[in-house]
């Protein structure tokens, strides 16, 4: 499967973002899909996981209240929307899918595939 996130950008403190992470090759409703971000001289983490059909989810601390993840299988497509951001939620966001589990979770390593990316910058 092949990931483009997209949706990142300037925001200022407090605005909202919808990423979106589109798939294309096999049918996307057989992958379980995550979104994790990396700052600059951090280490990836995890922000949120969604199920196979979109019936379970998961967030970090940080994102709890404040995000929302969803997917449109039909649409092939998966979101984050962002609320109320923060200038530390300033990072590259980027899509994850796998392929073997229902529901990936937050290890990195649960997930065969990644997205090249995506921007987000929160001014304050």
């Known amino acids: 499967v092949q990931l483009v996130e997209s949706g990142g950008g300037l925001v200022q403190a407090g605005g909202s973002l919808r990423l979106s992470c589109s798939a294309s090759g096999r049918t996307f409703s057989l992958y379980a899909m995550g979104w994790f971000r990396q700052a600059p001289g951090k280490e990836r983490e995890f922000v949120s996981a969604i199920s196979r059909s979109g019936g379970v989810t998961d967030y970090e601390d940080f994102g709890k209240g404040r995000f929302t993840i969803s997917r449109d299988n039909a649409k092939d497509t998966m979101y984050l929307q962002m609320n109320s951001l923060k200038p530390e939620d300033t990072a590259v966001y980027y899509c994850?899918?796998?392929?073997?589990?229902?529901?990936?979770?937050?290890?990195?390593?649960?997930?065969?595939?990644w997205g090249q990316g995506t921007q987000v910058t929160v001014s304050s």
């Open positions: 994850a899918a796998t392929l073997t589990r229902y529901f990936g979770g937050y290890v990195p390593t649960n997930y065969d595939y």
